[in-house]
């Protein structure tokens, strides 16, 4: 199997693994706290990564500062992003919150307008975030029901609130790339990342009465340590360096896609006609905006060709 072929192997790891986690993960907080759980996931991974880094290359150097640039992107996409998804999907379906995390290209797109107001968008990059918005209002009106219950509808503000913590925290690690290895940096965030959950879990969560672990919620756990975050981010990272990232940036629409069948068939979630709708809706919104981004970049290659400055 040659390096292209391994390439699109992993992409297709990434597709579908990622698209199961949300599945896996009510599961896992079906019979144990979920914060507890997510922390517990993050910590595992993050140090069990780092352990394989340590011993594979023991000759390389990482400063205290290499550590202190992650923190931040850890609370943000761990803690405050996809870990507390975790305790989002106790209230509502894992399809669902599949289909929320589909409008996370589309913050992007609004968090880096707002913190860089000369940055330029075209009109497929405006119809995109249009049509994104409007998936979105569909996902709400297929799901009055669970605005009506007070903890489904915190779950869902919660979970758009993750959407808009990872896109941060996105942005801060634009800003402030580090030199190290992005193996070592998402071992640094998953720790961190699952720390910040302890830290929440502390606070929210009684452990002086943690239930005993259910066979479901571990064989959840490690599912999600050794393919949610361990073998699915390596496949990711491997994909990202052999493939152009508009073709690796598929797996935004396929994601959602698994969720969405994998609730139905596990769990019975309901997919109903809107909520396909609404999937194909978003989807669209976030193909138009690479498609917008990738005319963009293809544009300011030809002007630098020819020497030429916007």
């Known amino acids: 199997m040659n390096g292209q072929t391994k390439a699109y192997v992993a992409l297709g790891l990434v597709c579908f693994f990622w698209g199961t986690t949300f599945l896996a993960a009510r599961i896992g907080v079906s019979g144990f ?5 997510m922390g517990t996931r993050n910590v595992v991974a993050g140090l069990l990564l780092l352990a394989f880094l340590t011993a594979k290359d023991r000759s390389a150097r990482r400063s205290w500062n290499d550590v ?15 870990g507390i998804v975790g305790w989002c999907v106790q209230y ?19 968090v880096n307008l707002a913190a860089k107001s000369e940055e330029r968008i075209n009109k497929h990059i405006a119809s995109g975030v249009l049509l994104g918005l409007a998936g979105i209002m569909l996902v709400f009106k297929d799901n009055l029901e669970y605005l009506a219950d007070p903890q489904s509808s915190m779950g869902i503000w919660v979970a758009l609130g993750s959407c ?9 690690v634009k800003k402030h790339p580090g030199r190290t290895d ?12 699952g720390l910040g959950l302890f830290t929440l879990s502390a606070m929210a969560e009684d452990w002086g009465n943690l ?14 340590i050794l393919f949610g975050s361990i073998l699915t981010f390596g496949a990711y990272l491997y994909a990202m360096s052999k493939l152009p990232a508009g073709l690796v940036s598929i797996y935004a629409y396929v994601n959602p896609l698994v969720a969405l069948i994998l609730g139905a068939l596990v769990l019975n979630e309901q997919v109903t006609w809107l909520t396909a709708l609404a ?25 630098n060709t020819y020497g030429i400055h916007e």
Not at 166 to 172: D, E, N, R, S, V
């Open 211 to 224: 239930p005993p672990v259910s066979l479901k919620s571990l064989l959840a756990l490690i599912y999600l």
């Open 164 to 172: 808009v913590s990872w896109c941060l925290a996105g942005l801060y």
């Open 182 to 193: 992005p193996f070592f940096n998402a071992a640094i965030q998953m720790t961190v990342g």
């Open 33 to 37: 706290p979920a914060l507890f759980f």
């Open 68 to 82: 202190k640039l992650q923190i931040i992107p850890g609370l943000g996409m761990i803690t405050f992003g996809t």
């Open 92 to 110: 509502i379906p894992s399809g669902l919150a599949a289909l929320i995390y589909t409008s996370i290209p589309l913050f992007t797109i609004l």
């Open 279 to 303: 999937f194909m809706v978003t989807m669209g919104g976030v193909f138009m905006v690479n498609f917008g981004y990738q005319l963009q970049k293809k544009k300011q290659r030809a002007l």
